[in-house]
């Protein structure tokens, strides 16, 4: 009786089992109506381009600058970012001073001070190819450099070589050409 | 005993916090050393161009030995934003939320309140989820119904810079340039990312999209 008992509970959990994988494979929905995805979540960590609030944000307002929403990062910041990157590289300071990309000061500061990623929907996707501007990021892309010859270089790349360039172009493993495309761990 | 650790804890992250680094590793004092410190994010065209590719990695400047004890913390929800008319304000999230060893996501959907709050969109049409890749394992990959692909796991850190340098030259002023030949100060690291592929055609038709990663943490 009680082996019988046993048995049929057996039985039942197994059946029961059964058709929860069924289930599993048929919804997705039905999965996760069983997890507890409940509560809120409060944002902590926040970026768009690379390295912009390391470069430009005061030692002070780095946890402010990620606790900022992007559409109000250019209020609070911007003035901010400028006065850093004047004095990073002094020679923004002077009037009519420009980028490569034909920016001063505060149309540069203008774009970066509003940390998102652009990210075009027609073509090639890259942070800077030498033809493209801030179509995307690939994996690939030397961002620091062109952030440093935007920094440093001046209207034509030319100037401050030494600063313009850290000369790592590339990863310490090759990326694959598909899904996940990062390299695995070592 | 307790208040030592704790002290040793504070003294750690004082020491991390000095080496501040990069891409966005370890950007700011309240993230850092944490399990949601966002280090990198990129997006960009899939091997099939229809597709757009979305990569956020979190816990960086992981050396092999730390990586296979590494896991991504069921309170911090991954949260790609997805602005598609110029506002800057998302229109569209993907959230990646693990619990038990999966990888759930969440969208593209239209987010139930935009900013700094977040709740889980579980009522999303698109919804997926996949096994998280232990170290050492070859990367457990799947897609759903939608055409969405879905990965998360340790990776080699993709960023490279030569930070130590430019930590030297703009931060300790004890360099004036750059090496001839720059040394990687990511070399050799791991991190936790989250890939994640989905058509286009989720995302909008043409021009421009503007998009952001947020770590945010369950109250």
Redesign the interface.
């Known amino acids: 009786m009680k082996n019988n008992f046993i048995k049929y509970t057996a039985a039942f959990l197994m059946a029961s089992f059964t058709l929860m994988s069924c289930n599993n494979k048929d919804n997705?929905?039905e999965?996760?109506?069983m997890?507890?995805?409940?509560?809120?979540?409060?944002?902590?960590?926040?970026?768009?381009r690379?390295?912009v609030?390391?470069?430009f944000v005061s030692?002070g307002k780095?946890?402010e600058?990620?606790?900022t929403?992007?559409?109000e990062q250019n209020a609070k910041f911007q003035s901010m970012f400028e006065a850093n990157l004047k004095g990073?590289s002094p020679a923004f300071a002077n009037s009519g001073d420009k980028n490569a990309l034909g920016q001063d000061a505060a149309a540069f500061t203008g774009l970066l001070a509003?940390?998102?990623?652009?990210?075009?929907?027609?073509?090639?996707?890259?942070f800077y190819d030498g033809t493209n501007v801030l179509?995307?990021?690939?994996?690939a892309d030397?961002?620091?450099t062109v952030e440093l010859l935007l920094i440093f270089g001046g209207e034509d790349f030319k100037e401050n070589p030494?600063?313009s360039?850290?000369?790592?172009?590339?990863?310490?493993?090759d990326?694959l050409?598909?899904?996940?495309?990062?390299?695995?761990?070592? | 005993m307790k208040k030592s650790k704790i002290l040793l804890g504070t003294v750690i992250v004082a020491i991390i916090g000095l080496i501040?680094?990069?891409?966005?590793h370890i950007?700011?004092?309240?993230?850092t050393g944490?399990s949601?410190?966002?280090t990198?994010?990129?997006?960009?065209?899939?091997?099939d161009t229809d597709n757009?590719?979305f990569?956020a990695s979190v816990q960086g400047l992981?050396s092999?030995t730390a990586?296979g004890t590494a896991s991504f913390d069921e309170n911090?929800?991954v949260?790609f934003?997805i602005?598609t008319n110029g506002?800057?304000?998302e229109d569209l999230v993907i959230q990646a939320?693990p619990?038990?060893g999966k990888m759930?996501f969440f969208g593209p959907v239209g987010p139930s309140s935009?900013?700094?709050?977040?709740?889980?969109s579980?009522m999303s049409s698109i919804?997926?989820?996949v096994a998280i890749t232990p170290?050492g394992n070859t990367?457990i990959?799947a897609t759903?119904?939608a055409g969405m692909?879905m990965?998360a796991g340790?990776?080699?850190d993709?960023?490279?810079?030569?930070f130590a340098?430019?930590t030297d030259?703009?931060v300790n002023g004890t360099e004036?340039?750059?090496?001839?030949?720059?040394?990687?100060t990511?070399?050799?690291?791991?991190v936790l990312?989250i890939?994640v592929?989905v058509p286009?055609s989720m995302?909008?038709?043409?021009?421009?999209?503007?998009?952001?990663?947020?770590?945010?943490?369950?109250?």
């Open positions: 997705d929905l999965v996760t109506a997890v507890d995805f409940s509560g809120t979540f409060v944002m902590k960590d926040q970026m768009g690379p390295a609030n390391t470069v030692s780095k946890d600058f990620n606790a929403i992007p559409s990073l509003t940390d998102v990623l652009n990210v075009t929907l027609d073509g090639k996707t890259t179509t995307g990021r690939a994996l030397d961002v620091i030494t600063l360039d850290d000369n790592v172009d590339g990863n310490d493993k990326f050409t598909s899904f996940p495309y990062l390299a695995s761990p070592w | 501040t680094i990069a891409a966005d950007d700011a004092p309240s993230t944490t949601a410190d966002i990198d994010f990129y997006a960009f065209q899939g091997e757009l590719v990569v992981l092999p990586t911090v929800l949260e934003n602005d506002d800057n304000v939320i619990r038990d759930y935009t900013g700094k709050n977040s709740s889980i579980t919804t997926g989820e170290y990367a990959t759903n119904s692909k990965f340790p990776r080699d993709p960023f490279f810079m030569d340098r430019y030259i703009v004036t340039s750059f090496r001839t030949e720059g040394q990687d990511f070399a050799g690291s791991n990312s890939v592929e286009k995302v909008g038709t043409s021009g421009t999209i503007n998009t952001w990663v947020e770590a945010k943490v369950k109250q």
